[in-house]
């Protein structure tokens, strides 16, 4: 066991997974949860996630030594001050929110000096939300990343990075600025490239009526899939990780505008570099075991 006491806050795909995952590695003693809505925390009790669903959050931080905040991240910043004066001295306050540097803006002005806090990020994740879409797997071979500000206590993070390997995952720390344009390249810009091919896709059902859904080829249903992801969770990422999201989409925008540009004038040799130089990041995605090569991307039915 690494906490005695944990507390999730918000229980969604994130808190849900990481409570059915501590259960499966015996990482925790009790584990205390609360949601904003009476219909989340009525549903986590009806199937067992967490052994207490409390009524207000300030009730779940007591006592804990390890916080999660699993909210959206425009609003870890409010339940942080809600929670505040009911943290336990020495205890760790941790979240899994997608950006870093809005988190730990927002998150740390609220903490008394007697907490760690030791922000994270589980690059792990499904289009699904909800207290009932999570799983014991989902961080399975999954990184984790730790951003903890210069001078968090060393046995605080030490500590955090043993449940995180307890959950599955490889841990690697790393500063937020870094994280935020790293997770720009490799998540954020991606989903706001999707969310736009299916708007365009959508717009264009209208004149070809079904012909896109009926005809959705792989490549387009894969945009539909990260395009189906949750709204309020994504309006929050593009509002909080802004400057190193429109830094990206400027090169993609000229990449764009290249490929665009070789595509009109015929220059297929430029074409087929790019496409190859593309084809090898696959092939290095694979060999690091962080995809399957199975066709449909070894991600099995309703995950
Ligand atoms: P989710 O399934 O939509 O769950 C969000 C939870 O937060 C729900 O329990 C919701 O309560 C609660 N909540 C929302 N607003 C709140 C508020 N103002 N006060 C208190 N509770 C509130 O979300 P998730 O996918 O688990 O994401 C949670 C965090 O993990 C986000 O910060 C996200 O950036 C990060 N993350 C997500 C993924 C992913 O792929 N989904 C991956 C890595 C990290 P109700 O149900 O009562 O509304």
């Given at each position: 066991?690494?906490?005695?006491?944990?507390?999730?806050?918000?229980?969604?795909?994130?808190?849900?997974?990481?409570?059915?995952?501590?259960?499966?590695?015996?990482?925790?003693?009790?584990?205390?949860?609360?949601?904003?809505?009476?219909?989340?925390?009525?549903?986590?009790?009806?199937?067992?996630?967490?052994?207490?669903?409390?009524?207000?959050?300030?009730?779940?931080v007591?006592?804990?030594?390890?916080?999660?905040?699993?909210?959206?991240?425009?609003?870890?910043?409010?339940?942080?001050?809600?929670?505040?004066?009911?943290?336990?001295?020495?205890?760790?306050?941790?979240?899994?929110?997608s950006?870093?540097?809005?988190?730990?803006?927002?998150?740390?002005p609220?903490?008394?000096?007697?907490?760690?806090?030791?922000?994270?990020?589980?690059?792990?994740?499904?289009?699904?939300?909800?207290?009932?879409?999570?799983?014991?797997?989902?961080?399975?071979?999954?990184?984790?990343?730790?951003?903890?500000?210069?001078?968090?206590?060393?046995?605080?993070?030490?500590?955090?990075?043993?449940?995180?390997?307890?959950l599955?995952?490889?841990?690697?720390?790393?500063?937020?600025?870094?994280?935020?344009?790293?997770?720009?390249?490799?998540?954020?810009?991606?989903?706001?490239?999707?969310?736009?091919?299916v708007?365009?896709?959508?717009?264009?059902?209208?004149?070809?009526?079904?012909?896109?859904?009926?005809?959705?080829?792989?490549?387009?249903?894969?945009?539909?899939?990260?395009a189906?992801?949750d709204?309020?969770?994504?309006?929050?990422?593009?509002?909080?990780?802004?400057?190193?999201t429109?830094?990206?989409?400027?090169?993609?925008?000229?990449?764009?505008?290249?490929?665009?540009?070789?595509?009109?004038?015929?220059?297929?040799?430029?074409?087929?570099?790019?496409?190859?130089?593309?084809?090898?990041?696959?092939?290095?995605?694979?060999?690091?075991?962080?995809?399957?090569?199975?066709?449909?991307?070894g991600?099995?039915?309703?995950?």
């Amino acid at each position: 066991m690494i906490y005695q006491r944990v507390a999730l806050i918000g229980l969604g795909l994130i808190a849900s997974s990481m409570f059915w995952a501590m259960k499966r590695g015996g990482l925790a003693g009790e584990i205390a949860g609360y949601a904003r809505s009476e219909a989340t925390r009525a549903t986590a009790r009806r199937i067992g996630l967490c052994d207490l669903v409390c009524e207000s959050a300030a009730e779940a931080v007591i006592g804990a030594d390890l916080i999660v905040l699993c909210v959206p991240v425009g609003v870890m910043g409010a339940v942080t001050a809600e929670i505040a004066p009911h943290l336990k001295p020495g205890a760790t306050i941790t979240d899994v929110g997608s950006v870093k540097r809005e988190v730990i803006d927002s998150v740390s002005p609220h903490l008394p000096d007697n907490v760690h806090f030791v922000p994270g990020h589980p690059l792990a994740g499904t289009e699904h939300s909800g207290p009932e879409a999570g799983f014991a797997e989902l961080f399975d071979n999954r990184w984790c990343l730790l951003v903890p500000p210069v001078g968090t206590d060393a046995q605080a993070i030490d500590r955090l990075q043993k449940l995180w390997e307890g959950l599955g995952s490889n841990v690697e720390v790393m500063g937020a600025d870094h994280h935020d344009l790293v997770l720009a390249v490799t998540s954020h810009a991606p989903h706001l490239i999707a969310y736009t091919m299916v708007g365009v896709a959508d717009d264009l059902r209208r004149v070809t009526d079904s012909e896109v859904i009926k005809y959705s080829a792989a490549g387009f249903r894969d945009f539909t899939r990260i395009a189906a992801s949750d709204p309020t969770m994504w309006r929050d990422v593009f509002l909080t990780n802004k400057d190193a999201t429109l830094e990206i989409l400027g090169r993609f925008t000229e990449e764009l505008f290249a490929l665009q540009r070789a595509i009109r004038t015929g220059d297929g040799d430029h074409l087929f570099a790019y496409f190859t130089r593309t084809r090898a990041v696959r092939r290095g995605i694979i060999e690091a075991g962080q995809d399957t090569d199975a066709p449909d991307f070894g991600r099995g039915a309703g995950r």
